[in-house]
T-cell receptor, first 120, second 113 residues
Framework: ETGVTQSPTHLIKTRGQQVTLRCSSQ?????VSWYQQALGQGPQFIFQ???????GRGNFPPRFSGLQFPNYSSELNVNALELDDSALYLC???????????????????FGPGTRLTVL | AQSVSQHNHHVILSEAASLELGCNYS??????LFWYVQYPGQHLQLLLK??????LVKGIKGFEAEFIKSKFSFNLRKPSVQWSDTAEYFC???????????FGTGTSLTVIP
């Protein structure tokens, strides 16, 4: 176990709805990354948050948005759900650096169990 | 954009056989390289990573990987697999100047006792 938790475990939504997924980071970590993993594929990077600000983004539309809170937990919000959004959503936390420095790309990411989203 | 290719989608080996899983990436600059593993019913976890120094990297559970810059490859190896190595293996790449991770599609390894 990594100490990274995600909720809910499973979720079923209909097309056009909005969804919020939650992630609690491992203690001491201040960076959270979110990934989408479709069936039979590797994780696709959505975005990363460091100290409550977006710190990098993959090739996902603006209807995918996020938040990071002062306790470093995080939310992933997806608006106007589409059928292709059905996937396992993973969050990963990592230890950022103190001071003003950004996340270190060599930091190990610790993954949560994921939230399985089904869009009907 | 970077991409990561894992050529072996599904590998089946008998216990004690040697393992090599291929990983190639497309990016012309300096990269950090990772192998992650997902055992059945468990979270993704790091096996090993390379970001500088000796191109032969040793990880947990007897795994190692060799970075060959000229071939843009980072193949994973283990001399003798065990049944408990049955899992999904993912290669991942990022550039030190960027905050994006690129994962391959994964290789499913089944080890037969």
């Amino acid at each position: 176990e990594t100490g990274v938790t995600q909720s809910p475990t499973h979720l079923i939504k209909t097309r056009g709805q909005q969804v919020t997924l939650r992630c609690s980071s491992q203690s001491g970590h201040n960076t959270v990354s979110w990934y989408q993993q479709a069936l039979g594929q590797g994780p696709q990077f959505i975005f990363q948050y460091y100290r409550e600000e977006e710190n990098g983004r993959g090739n996902f539309p603006p209807r995918f948005s996020g938040l990071q809170f002062p306790n470093y937990s995080s939310e992933l919000n997806v608006n106007a759900l589409e059928l292709d959004d059905s996937a396992l959503y993973l969050c990963a936390s990592s230890g950022g650096r103190s001071g003003g420095a950004s996340w270190a790309s060599t930091d190990t990411q610790y993954f949560g169990p994921g939230t399985r989203l089904t869009v009907l | 954009a970077q991409s990561v290719s894992q050529h072996n989608h599904h590998v089946i080996l008998s216990e004690a056989a040697s393992l090599e899983l291929g990983c190639n990436y497309s990016y012309g600059g300096t990269v950090n390289l990772f192998w992650y593993v997902q055992y059945p019913g468990q979270h993704l976890q790091l096996l090993l990573k390379y970001f500088s120094g000796d191109p032969l990297v040793k990880g947990i559970k007897g795994f190692e990987a060799e970075f060959i810059k000229s071939k843009f490859s980072f193949n994973l190896r283990k001399p003798s697999v065990q049944w408990s190595d049955t899992a999904e293996y993912f290669c991942a790449v990022n550039a030190p100047t960027g905050n994006q991770f690129y994962f391959g599609t994964g290789t499913s390894l089944t080890v037969i006792p």
